[in-house]
């Protein structure tokens, strides 16, 4: 069984390439949750991702690959096509030599990483800006998600501490996006997914791309930041806001930590089969029983 279905993976692989493929190996990089391989072609070193959990398909690649012949280094894939014998999406990227920040930052002084953060800030606002010549084949309002995924709950009867609070605070206060603007973002945007080459900075791992709120792409760095990435996080927002943070920016990310909330939950759920809630006490006491939208690992610190 696993030899057929690794001569079918071999196969769709090599679908994604117009040159000869001289061979293919398995690739123990990352997660769990995505096939990754090798591919060795006449044009190079490729990793290839095999992937069912994301969103990048519809006209995203092509975005992506947009985005990057703008100037902007995001690293898109040189070839994509969903597998029907797999079912999975293929995507295959060029090798890039290189380590992220998560890699490097065992190496980096104090106040270096905040310094990366800052310059990664500046990168994402210039992301945030570009402006597609694609139609968005599909927009995921903030709104609509949370609802997406409350309902999700809902039936799989997943529940988890001070969450009608949480949805109280989430409706009394969703009218602050109305007329936000949309754009294409990353959603996934943090050290592990920055590599620093001999090039510059590369944005990696982008397979969560959605059109939607650009702040979107502050969620996974402000809903329970973890101590290591905190630095990071400053920085980031330094380099996106060189003027500070307006109020609007924390009223709306102080959502986006409860639309975080049941996010995570449904992934997980969807993924192992069982209720996997990222700590909603930590979320609630964080921002001290939802009566105070700076986060209090951030404040006094911007």
Same mark, same amino acid.
């Given at each position: 069984?696993? @030899?057929?279905?690794?001569?079918?993976?071999?196969?769709?692989?090599?679908?994604?390439?117009?040159?000869?493929?001289?061979?293919?190996?398995?690739?123990?990089?990352?997660?769990? !949750?995505?096939?990754?391989?090798?591919?060795?072609?006449?044009?190079?070193?490729?990793?290839?991702?095999?992937?069912?959990?994301?969103?990048?398909?519809?006209?995203?690649?092509?975005? &992506?690959?947009?985005?990057?012949?703008?100037?902007?280094?995001?690293?898109?894939?040189?070839?994509?096509?969903?597998?029907?014998?797999?079912?999975?999406?293929?995507? &295959?990227?060029?090798?890039?030599?290189?380590?992220?920040?998560?890699?490097?930052?065992?190496? !980096?002084?104090?106040?270096? !990483?905040?310094?990366?953060?800052?310059?990664?800030?500046?990168?994402?606002?210039?992301?945030? @800006?570009?402006?597609?010549?694609?139609?968005?084949?599909?927009?995921?309002?903030?709104?609509?998600?949370?609802?997406?995924? $409350?309902?999700?709950? %809902?039936?799989?009867?997943?529940?988890?501490?001070?969450?009608?609070?949480?949805?109280?605070?989430?409706?009394?206060?969703?009218? /602050? %996006?109305?007329?936000?603007?949309?754009?294409?973002?990353? !959603?996934?945007?943090?050290?592990?997914?920055?590599? /620093?080459?001999?090039?510059?900075?590369?944005?990696?791992?982008?397979?969560?791309?959605?059109?939607?709120?650009?702040?979107?792409?502050?969620?996974?760095?402000?809903?329970?930041?973890?101590?290591?990435?905190?630095?990071?996080?400053?920085?980031?927002?330094?380099?996106?806001?060189?003027?500070?943070?307006?109020?609007?920016?924390? $009223?709306?990310?102080?959502?986006?930590? /409860?639309? &975080?909330?049941?996010?995570?939950?449904?992934?997980?759920?969807?993924?192992?089969?069982?209720?996997?809630?990222?700590?909603?006490?930590?979320?609630?006491?964080?921002?001290?029983?939802?009566?105070?939208?700076?986060?209090?690992?951030?404040?006094?610190?911007?």
């Amino acid at each position: 069984m696993q @030899a057929e279905l690794e001569k079918t993976i071999h196969q769709e692989i090599r679908k994604l390439f117009h040159c000869k493929v001289e061979s293919i190996e398995k690739a123990d990089l990352g997660t769990y !949750m995505d096939l990754k391989y090798f591919a060795y072609t006449e044009e190079g070193k490729f990793l290839v991702k095999l992937t069912t959990k994301y969103n990048l398909k519809g006209n995203l690649p092509d975005v &992506a690959r947009e985005i990057q012949s703008s100037g902007i280094p995001l690293h898109a894939a040189v070839a994509s096509r969903y597998s029907p014998a797999l079912k999975r999406h293929c995507n &295959a990227y060029a090798w890039l030599e290189g380590k992220t920040l998560s890699q490097l930052r065992p190496e !980096m002084k104090p106040g270096e !990483m905040a310094s990366w953060g800052t310059e990664c800030g500046k990168l994402l606002k210039r992301l945030h @800006a570009f402006q597609s010549q694609y139609r968005p084949e599909r927009i995921r309002y903030p709104q609509s998600e949370y609802r997406h995924y $409350r309902f999700y709950c %809902w039936l799989k009867k997943v529940d988890f501490p001070h969450k009608r609070e949480f949805d109280s605070y989430f409706r009394k206060h969703a009218h /602050v %996006w109305k007329g936000r603007p949309v754009c294409f973002a990353h !959603m996934d945007f943090q050290p592990k997914n920055i590599m /620093v080459c001999p090039d510059g900075l590369h944005i990696i791992d982008f397979e969560s791309c959605m059109f939607t709120d650009p702040w979107m792409d502050f969620m996974c760095n402000l809903y329970l930041c973890p101590p290591e990435n905190e630095e990071f996080t400053i920085g980031l927002l330094r380099g996106y806001f060189p003027e500070g943070a307006p109020e609007e920016f924390y $009223r709306i990310t102080s959502l986006m930590g /409860v639309l &975080a909330l049941y996010r995570y939950a449904m992934w997980k759920y969807q993924k192992n089969g069982e209720m996997a809630i990222q700590n909603p006490n930590a979320l609630y006491e964080l921002y001290d029983g939802l009566t105070n939208v700076v986060p209090a690992n951030l404040r006094g610190k911007l």
